[in-house]
């Protein structure tokens, strides 16, 4: 189903906004199937070559990157919600062919692997359960990683 369907805006080809708002509505909608750019942009009634302009010039990235950057938001709320469920599944459930796959992004955006992740998130929601530890015993629960230097994570998002 095409999200034109879903949301009959009209699109303007220099009204950046709408390009990507209506660009990212179809990743919340489809980010767990695959999703061709070209049959995308076709489904939001753009050209490929706008939508990619478009996704350079005002989020710095292609738009595969940015579904890619979506779907590991996506994988990190997943994993953070359920920390104990399989990273197989849950990867799967975001869109990613493989595991492998979803780790390899995973550590190229954020400096850690997918099980240190979970890690974190496991004790995290140890210490949630217990809620008797002080804050300063949770700080040493969770080792202090690399910095990670992002202009967007699941936390801030551009505008």
Same mark, same amino acid.
């Given at each position: 189903?095409?999200?034109?369907?879903?949301?009959?805006?009209?699109?303007?080809?220099?009204?950046?906004?709408?390009?990507?708002?209506?660009?990212?509505?179809?990743?919340?909608?489809?980010?767990?199937?695959?999703?061709?750019?070209?049959?995308?942009? %076709?489904? @939001?009634? &753009?050209? $490929?070559?706008?939508?990619?302009?478009?996704? !350079?010039?005002?989020?710095?990235?292609?738009?595969?990157?940015?579904?890619?950057?979506?779907?590991?938001?996506?994988?990190?709320?997943?994993?953070?919600?359920?920390?104990?469920?399989?990273?197989?599944?849950?990867?799967?459930?975001?869109?990613?062919?493989?595991?492998?796959?979803?780790?390899?992004?995973?550590?190229?955006?954020?400096?850690?692997?997918?099980?240190?992740?979970?890690? %974190?998130? @496991?004790? &995290?929601? $140890?210490?949630?359960?217990?809620?008797?530890? !002080?804050?300063?015993?949770?700080?040493?629960?969770?080792?202090?990683?690399?910095?990670?230097?992002?202009?967007?994570?699941?936390?801030?998002?551009?505008?």
């Amino acid at each position: 189903m095409a999200l034109r369907q879903l949301n009959p805006r009209v699109v303007h080809r220099t009204d950046s906004t709408d390009v990507i708002t209506l660009a990212m509505e179809y990743f919340a909608r489809f980010f767990a199937q695959p999703i061709a750019i070209p049959a995308m942009a %076709q489904a @939001l009634g &753009v050209g $490929l070559s706008t939508l990619e302009y478009h996704f !350079d010039r005002y989020r710095g990235r292609t738009t595969f990157q940015a579904l890619i950057h979506y779907r590991l938001n996506r994988l990190c709320d997943a994993i953070s919600h359920n920390p104990s469920a399989r990273l197989t599944d849950q990867a799967a459930s975001c869109g990613f062919n493989s595991v492998c796959e979803a780790n390899r992004e995973f550590i190229a955006n954020f400096s850690q692997n997918l099980v240190q992740y979970r890690d %974190q998130c @496991l004790k &995290v929601e $140890l210490w949630r359960q217990t809620q008797s530890a !002080d804050p300063e015993e949770m700080l040493e629960m969770v080792p202090a990683g690399p910095q990670i230097c992002n202009s967007e994570s699941r936390f801030h998002r551009d505008p």
